[in-house]
């Protein structure tokens, strides 16, 4: 890929900058009502699923609608990512709590190697922890069988770390790569985590609360056993099939975050941007996939600080502001399956 001139950037930055609309601002309102809703749907529908007659009616249509919330809920997870230390602590805490733990997908195992991500010095490379053609190859049907074996494998490693999570105290070496190579929710197994910065304590009383959630999913069923509790074994598989459904949802996302164009050395800013994608047609799969208008993905890498429910207007500002040769409007894509069929294709 070749460099851009980085004005067009400076352009951007400026005409939001200049607009009378402060589209960095968070409104505390709005997260609080998609947390609450889709958290609340997402259990509602995730009981129904869990609680009614095998191959009943009931089940099959409450677990799309448990999967679809839970994905939008989890998804919440890159909000808590990006807000500033110092903003929204209590929503950051609340959906940890509510979500994150319940769901053993607390944000302390996903902000670190999200914001690498974003960084100069990783996006692209072959550590890149998101860029999904890190974990499959290109147009080689082997590969991307493998990665679609990972993806089913993944939820048990995350329920398998959390379990055996108080053994990685015995050493502090042993402690040391836990939280280097085995603490972050990346496939890229290349990956390894900055644990300078990491607040330990903190760190791991929300492993250990995780760790409380995974021992009740065996115990649940060990009772159920024993009389004592009215839990059947089969919860074990409905979890994991559900967990598995909405992993899945994530990884369609990503493979239409980007172009994925990199040759894995570091990019450019406007390179890094132009390998990024925004959707602006309202088609099903982009409706599905992307959230909370996340599909304005390219315009997010660009301004990794816009609080996602200004993404939208931020979008339509620069769209009418700047002028008509700027590249940010050839950053906007047909669809999620017109960037995930070229994903998946040979180069």
Not at 28 to 47: E, K, N
Not at 294 to 313: D, M, R, V
Request: with cysteine; net charge positive.
């Amino acid at each position: 890929m070749t460099t851009q001139n980085p004005a067009w950037i400076h352009d951007a930055r400026v005409a939001l900058k200049d607009s009378k609309t402060d589209f960095f601002e968070a409104r505390p309102g709005r997260y609080w009502f998609d947390f609450m809703v889709s958290a609340t749907l997402a259990y509602a529908a995730a009981t129904v699923y869990l609680m009614a007659p095998m191959f009943s009616v009931a089940q099959f249509i409450a677990f799309p609608l448990a999967v679809f919330w839970l994905y939008r809920s989890g998804s919440l997870i890159h909000e808590v990512a990006h807000l500033p230390s110092h903003e929204l602590r209590a929503f950051k805490i609340a959906w940890n709590i509510i979500v994150g733990v319940v769901t053993l997908a607390p944000s302390t195992f996903f902000t670190a190697h999200h914001r690498d991500h974003h960084s100069g010095k990783m996006y692209g490379t072959p550590k890149d922890p998101e860029y999904i053609i890190n974990v499959f190859r290109p147009g080689s049907a082997l590969s991307i069988l493998l990665y679609a074996i990972h993806v089913c494998l993944f939820p048990a490693f995350v329920f398998l770390r959390f379990l055996l999570a108080p053994l990685t105290f015995i050493n502090p070496k042993v402690r040391d790569f836990t939280l280097r190579r085995l603490s972050s929710f990346t496939m890229n197994w290349k990956y390894e985590r900055n644990i300078s910065r990491l607040d330990r304590k903190t760190f791991a009383m929300i492993e250990l609360l995780c760790f409380a959630r995974a021992v009740m999913i065996p115990a649940g069923v060990i009772l159920g056993f024993m009389g004592i509790m009215d839990v059947s074994w089969t919860r074990i598989p409905l979890l994991y099939v559900l967990a598995a459904s909405t992993l899945l949802f994530n990884q369609m996302r990503q493979l239409a975050d980007h172009h994925f164009e990199s040759t894995g050395d570091r990019m450019a800013l406007p390179d890094h941007i132009l390998d990024s994608c925004n959707y602006t047609n309202r088609d099903f799969f982009t409706w599905l996939f992307f959230p909370f208008a996340i599909k304005f993905h390219a315009l997010h890498h660009l301004f990794p600080s816009l609080p996602y429910h200004n993404l939208e207007s931020a979008h339509r500002h620069l769209t009418a502001t700047l002028p008509s040769d700027s590249p940010y409007h050839g950053l906007s894509q047909p669809g999620w399956w017109s960037a995930a069929s070229m994903t998946f294709s040979k180069r």
